[in-house]
């Protein structure tokens, strides 16, 4: 997929922007705060209906707009626009997504518009915090299937409900009577995340382990193993799994006022030859391993519709040795289009700064660089 034209309106620091990309890779160049991540941040809204780093809307919005605009028309593909507010501005003002003009839900945007992102944030991704490798892996399951989203947010609604509710009844304010209801969407919504998620990972161990051979020959095989805290007993379906635990942690979950089974709480390991990587990994092992599952991506989105998505690198190159700089050069250099963002260009390889369109980030305007 190819972003042809970008149209920003009181979007962080681009109080208004109009941009043509040309195919290829496109290397944003700006100092540090001056808005080159958030050029990449617009991107990803467009992509997933949210930031990958903020944790509300609200903090998209410039500091003297009301709300805040972001448009990409792709190619091939649809026009995506998504408008977002600040929270006690115009009454009438609120989030609402458009494809091709069409109000849609946030949700239908992940399988319209397939990225990969690489941010630095990912560089936690081995021994970081799990809901990072969830992240991850839903961003995937989104990308693939069409009620992925969807689901996702409907699961995520019904655990915040139940929780609730489960408070409500450990204070005596509400009775076991209404668990149930919880108790179906949690089986059933959640079951289809547990498969969705398998199917996911198993799709990716061939391109995982492909590309980190290709990256590190000789370090092991890597794989990616999904850590459950329902698992599948013989003959058991996910759903099975998670009724069973429900079960058997009920008089746990009320003492604890929340729920404490199902995918929202399970995990990802990166192992090597078998090994959890995060127990002994160097971190050139652990970028190595992250840079191998950032290709992996490209791999397993392209598979959906023969379409590559688009790769989003955000100041990363900086964390990477000559090697794996190297690596990563090869797999720009064989997509459509790429958005590469850097402090200096001193940091990315010669043949792909020559290979790209460079752009200079000077307050909040986009310019051509040389």
């Known amino acids: 997929m190819i972003v042809r034209h970008l149209s920003l309106a009181g979007y962080r620091s681009y109080a208004s922007l109009e941009v043509d990309f040309p195919p290829g890779p496109q290397v944003i ?35 003297s707009a009301g709300l805040a605009r972001v448009e990409a ?88 409900q139940r929780n609730t509710l489960l408070r409500r009844i450990r204070e005596e304010q509400a009775s076991r ?47 990616l193993e999904l850590v459950t805290n ?12 998670l009724r069973r635990r429900l079960a058997e942690t009920a008089e746990k979950e009320l003492w604890n006022g929340a729920t404490l089974i199902g995918p929202h709480r399970d995990d990802l390991v990166f192992r090597l030859d078998g090994r959890d990587l995060a127990g002994f990994a160097s971190r ?6 992250i840079l191998a599952l950032k290709l992996a991506e490209l791999e397993v989105l392209r598979e959906v519709d023969g379409r590559p998505p688009l790769l989003l690198l955000d100041d990363v190159f900086s964390e990477l040795d000559p090697d794996r700089r190297a690596h990563l050069v090869r797999r720009i250099g064989a997509l459509p289009q790429a958005f590469v963002t850097t402090t200096t260009l001193d940091d990315l ?20 660089a040389g």
């Open 29 to 63: 160049v700006g100092a540090n705060a001056a808005g080159k991540t958030n050029l990449v941040e617009s991107i990803v809204v467009c992509s997933r209906g949210r930031s990958h780093r903020a944790s509300v809307d609200a903090e998209l919005v410039g500091w």
């Open 73 to 160: 028309t792709l190619d091939p593909g649809p026009v995506i626009e998504v408008v977002l507010a600040k929270p006690g501005g115009d009454p009438g003002a609120r989030k609402r997504v458009r494809i091709n003009g069409v109000p849609r839900r946030t949700t239908a945007l992940p399988s319209a518009f397939r990225t990969v992102l690489f941010a630095p944030e990912e560089m936690l991704l081995v021994v970081g915090a799990p809901g990072l490798r969830r992240e991850t892996i839903d961003t995937l399951v989104a990308g693939r299937e069409p009620e992925g989203a969807s689901v996702l947010a409907t699961y995520a609604r019904a655990i915040t």
């Open 177 to 223: 009577d209404e668990l149930p209801f919880w108790d179906r969407v949690v089986v059933t919504e959640g079951g289809r995340i547990v498969r969705w998620r398998q199917e996911t990972l198993a799709a990716l161990a061939g391109p995982l382990a492909d590309a980190h051979a290709e990256i590190a020959p000789g370090e092991g095989r890597l794989t």
């Open 230 to 241: 329902a698992p599948a007993g013989p003959g058991e379906e996910p759903e099975d799994a």
């Open 284 to 289: 050139g092992q652990q970028r190595t391993a």
């Open 349 to 368: 390889d010669p043949a792909l700064v020559a290979a790209s369109t460079a752009w200079r980030v000077v307050d909040g305007r986009l310019e051509r």
